[in-house]
């Protein structure tokens, strides 16, 4: 039911308070709701924090309980942590929030023609294929490919490199 | 001081002898200097500071006749220049006029005064004003412009017949308003005023570097004409008020000199030419305090 425990060397997310959006490494248990944690490579000094704002996450680094900010942050680096977030979903999902929230006018509006020329070139593509299915009968598992295949293709063409495909992929996923 | 015209201003140093000064300041004078070599026919003095020291607010250290000879009042006549004296003489203005009067044995004309004494006296005077300050007429406001208004800039129109509409930002005029051009090939709005207030900027800006606006565009040119020549009272009036507008040759000449200038860099940026097409709105969802413009 549970995958993800708070143990020692499990690395959290830090959804509110002062140091929100950082990554930090559970070094210590206090008591039922603090932990001592640390985050060398993500600026957070080791201080006491509330599981309240911790999220976890997938990574557990191996150290010792209590182990000092050196061998933490030894461990961070080993494992690569930090890259290994930022090719996380969720780390990507909150990229791509942190990017349309900063969109100009002038982005929407690009963002805009570029979803609707998506949008068309996929429909075409369908009624393309469900013209060809109603005149020859069934034809299974191809035409679903091919559809998938182009709207990678128009995702990568995107004319705001940066913002188009981010809200495009989203689309995607759905 | 008669015959004050310095002839040298370029000289440095001692620019006037005739006035002897204590404790001038050099670049102080070379500055005033520099200045007068443009016009020499400008008054180009330089006062001296006061010299009654004030020993609190109010009060001077000297009296009056100390003052008098401090400033050496002794010396200081003036007359006013000769020519005007006879200018003067020449030129009194008219005190009386003869006018043609109509109608046999009335003797043909009559004298009439030009300015005439009052024809009604108020029993009660209106009562001095009192002073204020600060108050001041329309022209000599301040004009501001928020910063993120800069030429070149895209704006929004929120109201008018072209709500909805992005713009282009050209200049403020000496009103305050805003000059903003479509350009009209893009989105049919031509070399406007706007106002500041009911305007978003955003941040998308055009490159304007170079760009040369017309310098007879402004406030006048812009303004609304309205003819008041009611000959007959009521009737027939509301017709010859210019409601219809008119599209002059002149407007449209001004229109392209400063599109064409504009929508060559409008071209350079790609996607902005339909961006200045489209308008504006808001739908679910959207609300105008969380977007970034």
């Not at chain 1, 209590?66 to 930022?86: D, F, G, Y």
């Not at chain 1, 996380?88 to 690009?110: L, Q, V």
């Not at chain 1, 995702?155 to 992929?169: D, G, L, V, W």
């Not at chain 2, 007359?79 to 003869?98: N, Y």
Request: charged share 35%; hydrophobic share 30%.
């Amino acid at each position: 039911v549970f995958k993800r425990f708070v143990e020692i060397g499990r690395v959290a997310f830090i959804s509110f308070g002062p140091h929100a959006g950082k990554l930090v490494a559970i070094v210590d248990v206090i008591d039922q709701n603090r932990a001592l944690v640390d985050g060398p490579c993500s600026g957070v000094r080791r201080q006491a924090m509330p599981f309240k704002c911790m999220q976890l996450t997938d990574f557990v680094l191996k150290f010792p309980h209590s182990a000092r900010q050196k061998c933490v942050r030894l461990a961070w680096e080993k494992e690569n942590i930090n890259e290994k977030w930022s090719a996380t979903r969720w780390a990507k999902k909150i990229e791509a929030r942190e990017k349309k929230a900063k969109m100009t006018d002038f982005d929407r509006y690009k963002v805009m023609k570029a979803k609707k020329m998506r949008n068309r070139i996929i429909k075409h593509e369908m009624k393309k294929l469900q013209r060809m299915a109603s005149k020859k009968g069934k034809k299974p598992g191809k035409p679903e490919k091919a559809v998938k295949g182009k709207k990678q293709e128009k995702a990568t063409k995107a004319k705001k490199p940066e913002k188009a495909p981010a809200p495009k992929a989203q689309k995607a996923q759905k | 001081m008669a015959g004050e015209k310095a002839p040298a201003e370029k000289k440095p140093a001692e620019k006037k002898p005739a006035k002897k000064k204590a404790g001038e300041k050099k670049p102080a004078e070379q500055k005033p200097s520099q200045k007068a070599a443009g016009d020499k026919k400008k008054r180009v003095k330089k006062y001296h500071a006061s010299r009654n020291p004030t020993l609190a607010r109010g009060i001077g250290r000297y009296s009056r006749s100390a003052m008098y000879a401090r400033k050496a009042l002794y010396k200081r006549k003036y007359t006013a220049p000769e020519t005007k004296i006879e200018k003067k003489k020449k030129e009194m203005p008219r005190a009386t006029i003869t006018k043609p009067v109509g109608g046999d044995k009335n003797g043909g004309s009559r004298v009439v005064k030009i300015r005439k004494m009052p024809r009604y006296y108020p029993t009660e005077d209106v009562p001095r004003k009192l002073l204020s300050h600060g108050k001041k007429p329309f022209c000599e406001h301040k004009r501001r412009l928020r910063a993120s208004i800069t030429p070149g800039t895209v704006l929004i129109l929120l109201t008018g017949r072209h709500r909805g509409k992005r713009v282009v930002f050209l200049k403020q005029l000496d009103t305050g308003l805003l000059l903003v051009t479509g350009p009209l090939t893009v989105n049919r709005v031509p070399l406007r005023r706007a106002h500041q207030k009911f305007v978003i900027a955003t941040s998308t800006k055009v490159d304007l570097t170079g760009v040369k606006i017309p310098k007879h565009l402004t406030d006048s040119y812009f303004k609304k004409k309205r003819l008041r020549k009611p000959k007959h009272q009521e009737g027939e009036i509301f017709d010859t008020e210019k409601e219809k507008y008119e599209l002059t040759e002149q407007r449209k000449a001004d229109q392209k000199a400063v599109d064409s200038q504009i929508l060559a860099r409008i071209k350079k940026v790609p996607q902005l030419r339909g961006y200045l097409r489209s308008t504006f709105s808001l739908s679910n969802g959207v609300y105008p305090h969380k977007l970034v413009f």
